[in-house]
């Protein structure tokens, strides 16, 4: 038990479809985060919320839509995705977003497969 | 540019033979280092955070070292449940990133 925790774990959809990945955290912090994991690829980091504000957005693609309604959750909408997509969406969350002694907790993932 | 890099990229043990993993970093004005373990199909567990050379920490068999240019993980005696791909992450002092590498899988075999 990690202290985040992810909807749904496993999740297959074709790429007319929308669909929403969920993400909570009960450790009391005010920052939250969506990294995409792929094979033989470092952790890439796709959005950082802060205080419930977008902070920073990766040059990621606008088929996926995070959403921040309070500080404990977090969703990425996704809509069109294409099969290069199929990868591991792991959200993380850390009491502030950047700085010194920052310790990220990650969920145990979702895993989409776009087909 | 701030970069990490782990070596080996795979490691296969024996179950008691001692090893160590590596994480070399360039980074302007490191802000703390961190070790995580994943385990196929979840997400990357915390287990250290380094921030200034010649500091470690430790738990159970796994010792984390740090340099001015790199971290070891060192496991003693390591066991079949010790298997997992290890990160390393460093928050650059430039710009606050978490920077990861691509990660060292460990198979230790009975």
């Known amino acids: 038990e990690t202290g985040v925790t992810q909807t749904p774990r496993h999740l297959v959809m074709g790429m007319t479809n929308k669909k929403s990945l969920k993400c909570e955290q009960h450790l009391g912090h005010n920052a939250m985060y969506w990294y995409k994991q792929s094979a033989k690829k470092p952790l890439e980091l796709m959005f950082v919320y802060s205080l419930e504000e977008r902070v920073e957005n990766n040059s990621v693609p606008s088929r996926f839509s995070p959403e921040c309604p309070n500080s404990s959750h977090l969703f990425l909408h996704l809509h069109t995705l294409q099969p290069e997509d199929s990868a591991l969406y792991l959200c993380?969350?850390?009491?502030?977003?950047?700085?010194?002694?920052?310790?990220?907790?990650f969920g145990e993932g979702s895993w989409l497969t776009v087909v | 540019e701030d970069q990490v890099t782990q070596s080996p990229e795979a490691l296969r043990l024996q179950e008691g033979e001692s090893s160590s993993l590596n994480c070399s970093y360039t980074v302007s004005g490191l802000r703390g280092l961190f070790w995580y373990r994943q385990d196929p199909g979840k997400g990357p567990e915390f287990l250290f955070t380094l921030y200034s050379a010649g500091e470690e920490k430790e738990k159970e068999r796994l010792k984390a070292t740090l340099t001015k240019k790199e971290s070891f993980l060192h496991i003693t005696a390591p066991k079949p449940e010790d298997s997992a791909t290890y990160l390393c992450a460093v928050v650059s002092g430039n710009t606050g990133k978490l920077i990861f590498g691509q990660g060292t899988t460990l198979q230790v075999k009975p």
């Open positions: 993380a969350s850390s009491q502030y977003s950047q700085g010194y002694g920052n310790t990220i907790y």
